[in-house]
Structures are given as structure tokens and as C-alpha cells.
Nanobody, 120 residues
Framework: QVRLVESGGGLVQPGGSLRLSCEAS????????VGWFRQTPGKQRELVAN??????TKYAESLKGRFTNGRDNVASVWLQINDLETEATAVYSC???????????????WGQGTLVLVSS
């Protein structure tokens, strides 16, 4: 099992910056992809970014430029968000994937989520 804990969310003014962190524990050496989703009330959860075990990073097209996803080691990933807009207000959750079951169901663990509130 893999467990994830996010930190770094909070209140930030428009134009400000924030860095979210996610620490994994448990069977961390089975992890291949880690990343971030976000969700606001009434909207579907959307992918923000992810990074593979060989360092290939993918970003949501609409979020490129302001978001930077990094991985310090197999158990530690971060998300730097710059020039925040109010539209970035959401619960950000990190996830870790380590393959699929015999039936093709992804094996994924989720963090509890951290709220980012962009407001003046």
C-alpha cells in the first residue's frame, strides 16, 4: 500500500505563488507515476500535471506556464504554482500510480487533498 500526504495549501492573494508538497510512504518503490489533480465544487476533477519515474512530465494544456511539477525522489513530489488567479482556487490532491490489476484497473493511491484559496 502507498499512503500520500499533501501540504502547502492555504490562502494566497491573486498574483502570488504557492508550493504544494506530497510525501509518499509505504510501498514507495513500486510507484511509477505521481501527479496532481484538482477539483472545484460543481466541476469534474481535472489533471494538473504528472511525472513518470523517468522524469517525463505532462501538464494540462490550459495550465502550462504557471504550474511546475517536480519530483525530488521516489517519495517526494511538489507542485509550484505562480501568478495565481482566482480560478486556481480548488482542492489539490496528489496521486501515485504503480500499475494495473489483472483486469486492467489502475492501482492508484490518493492524498487527502489540500485547499488552495486565491482571494484578495
Amino acid at each position: 500500500q502507498v499512503r500520500l500526504v499533501e501540504s502547502g495549501g492555504g490562502l494566497v492573494q491573486p498574483g502570488g505563488s504557492l508550493r504544494l508538497s506530497c510525501e509518499a510512504s509505504g510501498s514507495i518503490y513500486s510507484i511509477n507515476t505521481v501527479g496532481w489533480f484538482r477539483q472545484t465544487p460543481g466541476k469534474q476533477r481535472e489533471l494538473v500535471a504528472n511525472i513518470s519515474d523517468v522524469g517525463v512530465t505532462k501538464y494540462a494544456e490550459s495550465l502550462k506556464g504557471r504550474f511546475t511539477n517536480g519530483r525530488d525522489n521516489v517519495a517526494s513530489v511538489w507542485l509550484q504554482i505562480n501568478d495565481l488567479e482566482t480560478e486556481a482556487t480548488a482542492v489539490y490532491s496528489c496521486y501515485a500510480g504503480w500499475g494495473v490489476t489483472g483486469r486492467g484497473v489502475p492501482l492508484v493511491a490518493w492524498g487527502q487533498g489540500t485547499l488552495v484559496l486565491v482571494s484578495s
